[in-house]
Every structure is written in C-alpha cells, then in structure tokens.
C-alpha cells in the first residue's frame, strides 16, 4: 500500500517531456535511433492524441548500446504486434516508448530529468511489455536473459511502475512467441 501511495503521488510530478515513436513509421529493421537523432526523424508523437500507447522495458546488451545486434528488436516488435492484434489496433496507430530512443542520450541533464519521470511515462502507457530474450552482453560477456533482467535495479523499478498503476504486463522471451502474461511477471517483480 505504501509503495502504490508513492508511485501515485509521484506519477504527477512530471520532470520531463517524452516523445512516443510511432510504431509503424519509426520502428524499422534495426535497433531504434537514440533519443539525440530523434528529431530528425520527425516520427514522434505528443502523448496528447491516444491510441494504444506502449511501454517497452529491457536490459542493455552494453555499455553503451541497448541492443548491439538487435536481438531484442525484433523479440519487441512481435510484442507490440501481439498488444496491437489483442487490443484490435492497428499498428499504425501503436505509439512505443523505449528509453534508448525517447529519453535524451546526449544531454546529461536532460537525460537526468527524463529518467526522473520514468514512472509517470509508464503510467501514460496503455501496456507494459518487458523484453527479456536470451541474449549476450556484449562488455560482459554473460549470458542475459529472464533471471538477469528480473535482477535489473532498473527493469524492476520500471515494473513496479507498472505493477501500482495496473498497467497489462507481458514479458516477452523469444521472437514469434514466448509472450507471457501478467501474473508469473508480477510475482517476480515483487519478489
């Protein structure tokens, strides 16, 4: 109860404005631009007009990139299609947020502010997808995969967001399937 009342007050608090990427349009073959060449895709939307708006969170696969070799793309993209076909959205009128492209990478203080609101952007989502596929960390080495993500100080704060505003959560696993639902997702969230 007490975490639900301060991720509620803290939803209202605002640090930052966010762009969502349409989903048709901006999520090509590839990992999605960084925040920093967004604008000049122009393929962001105001969270103002609504369809079905997605919050997709993952594990960095480096240091420096989230997805070196787009293992977790094309694992995200059967997500939001799967979202989409049960919502009976089209994917044109999908909007994804996902923090490599819609939180500022070359601003330090603009970054800060943007990660400072992560919970209110999740509550301005309509769904909740984690995407965890088996997958290797390029500076690392190991193995990332479910167990790895759930251990993510980040992921799990993203999925609690998630978790106090009652947002749908699906964790997707493996490309054109592996999408599971909310409950095995919020136990180990929480646990």
């Not at 009342?5 to 930052?16: E, G, H, I, V, Y």
């Amino acid at each position: 109860r007490y975490l639900k009342n301060t991720m509620k007050r803290a939803t209202s608090r605002l640090r930052s404005s966010t762009s969502f990427l349409r989903s048709s349009t901006s999520l090509g073959p590839g990992a999605p631009p960084a925040g920093a060449r967004l604008k000049q895709r122009r393929n962001a939307l105001s969270a103002a007009s609504r369809r079905l708006f997605v919050f997709v969170s993952h594990q960095w696969l480096s240091g420096s990139h989230p997805d070196p070799d787009g293992v977790q793309f094309s694992v995200m993209m059967d997500a939001i299609k799967a979202r989409a076909a049960a919502e009976a959205v089209p994917m044109h009128e999908v909007f994804v947020w996902v923090d490599y492209t819609c939180i500022p990478q070359a601003n330090p203080v603009s970054q800060m502010l943007a990660i400072e609101s992560l919970q209110v952007y999740v509550s301005l989502c309509d769904a909740f997808i984690a995407v965890a596929p088996k997958a290797v960390h390029h500076t690392t080495q190991k193995p990332c995969d479910v167990s790895t993500y759930m251990r993510r100080g980040w992921c799990r704060f993203e999925g609690l967001a998630a978790l106090c505003t009652g947002k749908p959560i699906a964790l997707a696993t493996a490309a054109s399937s592996g999408v599971v639902e909310e409950s095995m997702v919020a136990n180990d969230i929480v646990d």
